[in-house]
Structure formats: structure tokens, C-alpha cells
């Protein structure tokens, strides 16, 4: 496996075994050991014969505790991380591109292929030992990452996307085994579940489905982590934020009422 060393999903882990109840689990998931994963997570990383590659924002971990990246970097053994906003040509050898290996972009762009279509659509030979690009951000630093990088990925990458109904509202944290944050639309998922459910139909012999069923394990038990959290966490009333031409519209209903 080829990564940057990456951060504590729970944030600064030194600082956190120093705080009483905070200790951290810093030999495996990197989590709080309140809600340590490594029982969930494989005994050592799944090979696979496609090459999962991901560009990670900056900020896509230390603003982000649930990320799931770090539980993907400890479940796959072909996998590269980069850091950084977008992918240059000085980011290719990191990314194998040896003919007649195709390089998928997963991202639910315009113009992307539906994946289970593209495999069914490829002979087997085309599309052996392929490798997978991803974008870990938040969608709008995810939509920055994808537009910065298209200049150097359009001249190779295949654009492929899991179903995604840009129609629907995404699901919230109980209304999907998977989610664990509120998505912006209806079949948006995790990096972590995007790899899961592209491996499944990338990987060759129904190997795919074992990884999937795997991987998707540690996000149920994820998921049900941070379900329990927010059961039982006191929620404040949000305050409705107004907008400037509502209040300027009623600034001015005031004004009238005053005159007459």
C-alpha cells in the first residue's frame, strides 16, 4: 500500500489520550476507543487486482471526524493515497496506467457511465487489472477537486458513476444503514462505500462481493456508533437563519404601519 501518513479520524490523538475518558485507539482505526472499529476491520488488508487511487482534500480529515478514509487505508492493500486539490501530470506514477488497463474516475459527472453498464459493455480482457480514481472532500470541495483536475484526467480517465437520483433529497443518519452524515442527494455515499460497491463490480471471479460485504461491515458497525452518539445527545433547537431581504421587507412593513 502507497500513502501519506494520514491523521487520526478522531482528530489529534496525542492530544486526546492526555484528556481523561478520551483515550484513543492509536495502533489500529485511530478512533476514540469508546467506539474503536478494529474488531470489524479485516485481519490484514484485501488484495485486490484494481488499483483504488484517491486525491483526499486537505481539510477532508482534520474537519471531518467521520471520515472514512482512514478506515479505507487500513482495509485495502492496493490502494494510493494523494494529498492534495487536484490531480497534475506530475501526480502519474502514481496512477498506473498500463495499456491495456483502463483508469475509471468515479464521479457522478454529466457525462459518466453508469459502471455496471461500462462492465457489462467491456470484454473482460479490456478491463482487467483496472485502476479507480476517487475524490474524498466534502461534494463542493469534491465538485472543485473534479473541475481542477479534468484538464489532466480527460486525456485518459474513463468517466464512470454509481446510480445516483439527483431528484431526491439524500438520506440522514437513520434513514440508511450506510449514511453517516445527511447527503445531498438520494444514493450519494461515503468514499469508503463508493470503493465497497465499485470493487463489487470490478473485481473478477465474484471476488468482489466478499470485499464489498467486508467492507460495508465496518461502516454498518460505523454507522451504529454514531447512531447510538446521537440517540442520546441533547439537541439544541437550531435558530432559523433569516434572509436580508425578508428582514428588509419587514423593516419597511414597519415603516408604513408607522406612518399611517
Not at 472532500?137 to 483536475?149: F, L
Request: aromatic fraction near 4%; charged fraction near 25%; glycine fraction near 4%.
Amino acid at each position: 500500500m502507497d500513502f501519506d501518513p494520514l491523521p487520526s479520524a478522531a482528530g489529534d490523538a496525542t492530544a486526546d489520550t492526555t484528556s481523561p475518558g478520551r483515550a484513543v485507539c492509536l495502533a489500529g482505526c485511530g478512533r476514540p476507543s469508546s467506539v474503536c472499529l478494529c474488531p470489524y476491520l479485516p485481519p490484514s488488508p484485501l488484495p485486490t487486482s484494481t488499483t483504488v487511487v484517491i486525491l483526499h482534500h486537505p481539510h477532508a480529515l482534520r474537519r471531518n471526524p467521520l471520515s472514512t478514509l482512514p478506515l479505507l487505508a487500513r482495509s485495502l492493500s492496493n490502494l494510493r493515497l494523494i494529498h492534495g486539490r487536484r490531480l497534475l501530470p506530475s501526480s502519474a506514477p502514481l496512477i498506473p496506467r498500463s495499456p491495456p488497463s483502463p483508469v475509471l474516475l468515479l464521479f457522478p459527472s454529466p457525462d459518466a457511465a453508469d459502471l455496471a453498464s461500462w462492465c457489462r459493455s467491456t470484454p473482460p480482457a479490456a478491463r482487467a487489472n483496472p485502476t479507480l480514481l476517487l475524490l474524498d472532500g466534502t461534494w463542493k470541495q469534491a465538485k472543485e477537486m473534479h473541475a481542477a483536475s479534468l484538464p489532466f484526467l480527460s486525456s485518459f480517465a474513463v468517466p464512470v458513476s454509481l446510480p445516483v437520483d439527483s431528484g431526491v433529497d439524500g438520506d440522514s443518519m437513520f434513514e440508511s444503514e450506510l449514511v453517516v452524515r445527511k447527503e445531498p442527494q438520494k444514493g450519494c455515499m461515503s468514499t469508503m462505500e463508493a470503493v465497497a460497491r465499485a470493487l463489487r463490480l470490478l473485481e473478477p471471479e465474484g471476488r468482489g462481493t466478499e470485499i464489498e460485504e467486508t467492507m460495508v461491515g465496518v461502516l454498518r458497525a460505523m454507522v451504529a456508533f454514531q447512531a447510538e452518539h446521537l440517540q442520546h445527545r441533547p439537541m439544541k433547537p437550531r435558530v432559523k437563519m433569516r434572509k436580508k431581504k425578508d428582514i428588509k421587507r419587514e423593516e419597511e412593513m414597519n415603516r408604513d404601519a408607522r406612518l399611517d
